[in-house]
């Protein structure tokens, strides 16, 4: 079995202060977030998602999502090749499928569909 990634989509990182995160990274970047919601946190960075998540465990350390055609196929795949479920298939809105698995050394793999996605 061999997955297919697509290349890099989104980093996330945990935040236990979003409000302080994200005031952090709009002037880091000189922008302001293009969703903004108590839940999660997304900037528009050269056509790359990096997202602050409250609810990510600071102990993971930042997730990064590599891009697949089919979400479900690919934890399949990653499975049968030894890793676990980090974090559930999960639909988090307008089309956009996720999930994570740690591979067998422990390191967290992150898998997402993204009909929106396109480079600046």
Known sequence: ?????????????????????????????GQQPYFDQPFYVGFNVGGYELGLLPSASPEDGALVYWGVDDVAAAVGESIASGSVEHTPIADVGVGIVTATVRTPSGSILGLISNPHFQLA
Do not use: E, K
């Open 1 to 29: 079995m061999t997955i297919s990634l697509n290349g890099l989509r989104t980093v996330i990182y945990p935040s236990t202060d979003l409000a302080a995160d994200t005031a952090w990274w709009s002037t880091l970047l």
